[in-house]
């Protein structure tokens, strides 16, 4: 237990501070090196590198129509009836954002417009590791779909000899993915980035990975012209705030989910009674013995932090200060507390609404800035997809009239030939 009030500014900020992300020179040169051979060898570099990360004996690199097709039959009834309610609550929530035209006559005139695109080619990625995750399909596979991007790649690692996940397939089909790509890492990413026989080239990269695919996301956008990617990534993180009435129970569980994502996971408790503390920590221990992930999530306890606050509203303070990717509100009349909510990727009102509701299936989009990035970026939402523009459309009256602002500016800024611009015009009788 950390008791906030007695602890000096230098011990707090030790107490907030997150695991360092160590991305060595060896991880950098390495994704250069994968990116030159994509570059230059394009399918045959992928398939190679299937064969050497995933042991893959006899790699491919599409998936055919006809698997995504009949993915739903391969599914039992009960995970694909999740799949498929799931995907209508975060399409439901999704829609909610598709953007709107405005136009405002600015002065009698002139008109301006913020009109918006859709970006035409999108690149999803969707880490391997040890389970399928046709969650991260999903939130990622709706937002594009909703945009109505024309071209939507999905890259995915398969392993061994395993055939792709039908929970996979059947996701993406629901979003209307039709390139699929058997492939991951950095290789994946750079595939996307670049185009190759079978990868289709896209604008903008989207998902989660490790270290490798990181670097060559941010690698790739610095040197690829008109490349972006969604946002920087880190460790999986999550913050709960509890006061007397919450349970202990609830909370080690929603500190728990969030320890076994990695090691490297950081959770962090902030309450106001050393009581529920000590409960909280009894409980986290009685629910470690049955998880299967049981050394990851301790090892992501030891970066994490129970602390004892003076109020509610001073954890709402520390928690604006470290801006988590998930903010937990286990407090009495928490709809009170929300205008207190600063820097926080995503916020779970109440008793009742763990993280994994968000993870999974509410409809709110479970791509969220990590590692103090909320403070300035925001959770995956459909605007991500799309890109906005400006039109103007003005009169010779109306050219007029903004000329008192033009010439003037223009004469201050030395640049005659802006400035000339709008004369040629006034003086033009031809009209």
């Known amino acids: 237990m950390f008791d906030w009030q007695s602890a000096t500014s230098v011990q707090r900020a030790e107490c907030l501070s997150r695991p360092a992300v160590k991305v060595g020179d ?8 994968i ?17 050497q990360f995933d042991a893959r004996i006899s790699p491919r690199i599409r998936v055919s129509d006809s698997e995504i097709i009949q993915s739903e039959f391969a599914l039992e009834p009960d995970l694909k009836n999740a799949i498929d309610q799931a995907y209508s609550n975060i399409k439901r929530f999704h829609q909610l954002q598709t953007p709107q035209s405005k136009q405002i006559e600015t002065q009698p005139g002139v008109i301006c417009e913020l009109r918006f695109q859709a970006i035409e080619a999108v690149g999803l990625y969707v880490p391997g590791g040890s389970a399928p995750l046709p969650s991260s399909v999903l939130m990622q596979g709706v937002c594009a779909q909703l945009s109505g991007a024309k071209t939507i790649v999905l890259a995915t690692p398969v392993k061994g000899d395993s055939q792709i996940n039908p929970a996979i397939l059947y996701a993406a089909k629901l979003c209307g993915v039709t390139d699929i790509i058997e492939c991951g890492g950095a290789g994946a990413i750079a595939a996307m980035a670049l185009g190759t026989d079978s990868v289709p080239k896209v604008n903008k990269i989207f998902g989660p990975g490790n270290s490798f695919v990181t ?5 790739l956008c610095q040197s690829v012209p008109g490349l972006a990617i969604d946002m920087p990534a880190g460790p999986s993180e999550v913050l709960v705030i509890a006061d007397k009435g919450a349970n202990p129970e609830f909370i080690a569980a929603d500190l728990l989910s969030q320890a076994e994502h990695g090691e490297d996971s950081q959770v962090i408790l902030l309450a106001t009674e050393a009581q529920l503390i000590k409960d909280t920590e009894v409980a986290i221990e009685r629910q470690l013995r049955v998880l299967s992930r049981a050394d990851i999530a301790r090892a992501a ?7 004892l606050v003076e109020s509610v509203e001073q954890a709402f303070e520390i928690s604006a200060e470290y ?16 205008p ?7 916020v779970f009102v109440g008793d009742y609404t ?38 103007q459309t003005i009169t ?12 003037p500016l223009a004469q201050a800024e030395g640049l005659d030939a802006h400035a000339n611009a709008v004369k040629v015009r006034l003086e033009n009788n031809n009209d």
Do not use: C, W
């Open 26 to 33: 060896k991880v950098k040169a390495a994704v250069e090196n």
């Open 35 to 51: 990116i030159d051979n994509v570059a230059k060898n394009g399918d045959k570099a992928l398939l190679g590198y299937a064969e």
């Open 215 to 219: 670097m060559a996301k941010q690698l």
């Open 301 to 307: 306890l030891k970066n994490s932090t129970l602390i």
């Open 323 to 338: 801006g988590p990717e998930h903010l937990i509100l286990q407090i009495r009349e928490a709809e009170r507390f929300l």
């Open 340 to 346: 207190l909510v600063k820097n926080a990727g995503s």
């Open 354 to 391: 763990p993280e994994s509701a968000g993870d999974y299936a509410s409809g709110t989009n479970h791509v969220l800035p990590t590692y103090g990035y909320s403070k300035t970026y925001s959770s995956l939402n459909l605007m991500d997809f799309y890109k906005a523009y400006t039109v």
């Open 396 to 407: 010779k009256e109306g050219l007029r009239g903004l000329s008192s602002a033009i010439l």
